[in-house]
């Protein structure tokens, strides 16, 4: 396919690198001209377009990805949609259901593929715990215990994520919706969310650290923390079922080597079976997620994370930003 780039900061050339031997970038359109000229320079033929909307609706383009501030996120797809390009988008795909809804709307009237980047999904330690979860090895899951979480940098409280205007919330919608989006591919839709934020460091109006206790209607339960203010890089995420648990850490770089243990419960319980996979490697999980877009594309049947689990992420971050005012 034909892509468009819109958003060519370090999301945007990793989404660019994931394309490389299969796709072409035709576009490459950013606020920052330096940048879109830079990642359009490593294509043959590609040029570089200050105005997005120019970009998506070019007639050399056949799919967007969207990898803009969160303010530009449902702009920025809802155009691409009405010149009837198929979208990858980042998450959280807009910065609140108010504005997720018309995108919604218009994306099931027009037929095309809409795609989120909720990436997590693809990589190698979450894949195979999803491959064990399936062959019921698990048995029945009871809970899911999350955290995932950064230190932030110098000036961190002055980027854009600090924003309210431009990020529309803080850590619950950077990282936090990640947790929720990979509780839910576990445990279904969650009908109970309940939880809290603070902004305990970082000098800004939104939170740096966001709780929270999701229940599916069968009483299984998530308990997620995302944070900014885990001076030690971290991801964490364990899935308890009746007959063991899977437990993954790191994402590889500065979060360590992704790993995956299984802890499966003997019949007289004691000390469980274990059986550890590293994944020392580069992390593929957006050439994964590509060629998952891709598949879809083609009419291909694919269990791929859309608007939908977007909405539902938003949702339950929308309701502790709620209960949190009051």
């Not at 990642?39 to 120019?54: K, M, P, T, Y």
């Amino acid at each position: 396919m034909k892509f468009a780039i819109v958003g060519c900061g370090l999301i945007g050339q990793k989404r660019a690198k994931a394309l490389a031997g299969r796709h072409t970038v035709t576009v490459a359109s950013d606020v920052v001209m330096p940048r879109a000229e830079a990642l359009a320079a490593e294509w043959a033929g590609a040029r570089a377009e200050a105005d997005w909307q120019a970009a998506v609706a070019s007639p050399d383009v056949e799919a967007v990805i969207v990898a803009t501030t969160n303010d530009y996120l449902a702009p920025v797809t809802r155009a691409a949609i009405e010149a009837g390009r198929h979208v990858l988008v980042e998450k959280p795909a807009a910065r609140n259901v108010r504005e997720l809804l018309p995108v919604m709307e218009l994306a099931r009237r027009s037929g095309v593929h809409v795609q989120v980047g909720f990436n997590h999904r693809y990589h190698p330690a979450l894949r195979k715990a999803r491959e064990i979860y399936e062959s019921a090895a698990l048995g029945e899951l009871m809970f899911i215990r999350g955290r995932y979480g950064h230190g932030g940098r110098a000036g961190y409280e002055r980027e854009w994520r600090a924003d309210p205007k431009i990020a529309g919330g803080g850590e619950l919608l950077d990282q936090g919706v990640h947790l929720i989006d990979l509780s839910r591919w576990f445990l279904g839709d969650f009908v109970r969310v309940e939880g809290c934020m603070g902004t305990f460091f970082w000098d800004m109006p939104v939170e740096d650290n966001g709780f929270l206790l999701l229940r599916t209607a069968q009483g299984q339960v998530a308990w997620l923390h995302a944070s900014c203010t885990e001076w030690k890089n971290m991801f964490s995420f364990e899935i308890y079922g009746r007959h063991g648990k899977l437990q993954i850490e790191g994402l590889g770089g500065s979060y360590g080597i992704e790993r995956l243990a299984h802890y499966h419960m003997r019949p007289e319980m004691g000390p469980p079976e274990t059986t550890i996979w590293e994944y020392p490697g580069e992390d593929r999980s957006w050439e994964l997620e590509l060629a998952d877009f891709a598949s879809a594309v083609a009419g291909q049947p694919v269990r791929a994370p859309g608007l939908l689990e977007a909405h539902a992420a938003l949702e339950a971050v929308e309701t502790i930003y709620r209960n949190s005012r009051s």
